[in-house]
């Protein structure tokens, strides 16, 4: 795996326009000085095409093999708020003293500073702790639709259906208040099927989701079937409804993605 800072400027500098971005660090591995201030070079070096994501971190075995404590999910996303205003602080160009449970600094600063005004700030995840804080201090707030069972490598649907999203949008608007109406608002999608039979191919998924019915899934934002029309309405569908308007898909489906983009750019 390609430490992502380092190749997010080799990106940057094949491309005239993409935009780059990390979904997600894991907070517990940078300080958020550390982050800033390579953030903030990124960002510079690549014209303002930088989108940074954060993430609490949830692999146990990760902080095993480096040997951090690997502290209950409260603390970990108490720990990430602090650091996403310490980000937005360096960012805004202040030099701030900030004396938090987990972090402290005097004075610190950014140099270069980020090219844009904001850099946005993408955070992920599922609970309804981490949506809040990406409430309050991201620009951009990420859904999963699952979490981690802890210490272990599997996960939970938890929020997978479309009326799980709706809850899950219903705390992110509570805890933005006034910002509500400024975040962008993302999916993290985990298949896109190109079918013309989309209920055989939910049915064939649905072991795999024994907590869920063929309707879930075929309603669910986060598994895209059907032909490349019926997953652009969808998308449509949720952006008119729900406000969601950045999808993100895993590598496998890019090629099925693509028809699905041709579709939305017409």
């Not at 517990?28 to 303002?48: M, Q, Y």
């Not at 859904?143 to 069972?149: D, Y």
């Not at 949720?238 to 969601?244: A, D, P």
Request: hydrophobic share 40%; net charge negative.
């Amino acid at each position: 795996m390609l430490a992502p800072l380092t190749s997010l400027v080799v990106a940057a500098e094949a491309t005239a326009r993409i935009r780059i971005g990390t979904l997600v660090l894991n907070n517990d591995f940078r300080h958020p000085v550390v982050l800033a201030r390579e953030a903030a070079t990124v960002d510079f070096l690549t014209n303002g095409r930088l989108e940074v994501g954060l993430g609490a971190g949830h692999m146990k075995v990760e902080y095993d093999e480096a040997g951090i404590s690997y502290d209950p999910p409260g603390t970990r996303v108490a720990r990430l708020g602090e650091a996403a205003q310490i980000l937005r602080l360096l960012w805004d160009g202040a030099a701030p003293d900030f004396a938090g449970a987990y972090y402290r600094i005097e004075g610190s600063r950014c140099s270069p500073v980020a090219t844009q005004n904001p850099l946005p700030l993408l955070i992920g995840g599922n609970g309804r702790r981490v949506l809040s804080t990406a409430a309050q201090w991201a620009d951009i707030v990420s859904f999963t639709g699952f979490s981690q069972i802890e210490g272990t490598p599997d996960v939970n649907p938890t929020h997978f259906t479309r009326q799980g999203l709706m809850t899950q949008l219903g705390w992110v608007r509570a805890a933005a208040g006034d910002r509500a109406n400024r975040l962008e608002l993302s999916t993290l999608v985990q298949g896109v099927t190109l079918t013309g039979d989309r209920r055989s191919t939910a049915q064939a998924l649905q072991p795999l989701l024994p907590s869920l019915s063929v309707d879930d899934i075929l309603n669910s934002p986060y598994g895209l079937m059907g032909t490349a029309q019926q997953i652009a309405d969808q998308l449509r569908q949720q952006r008119e409804q729900l406000g969601i308007s950045y999808i993100t898909v895993f590598e496998k489906d890019l090629e099925a993605m693509a028809s699905v983009i041709a579709l939305l750019k017409g």
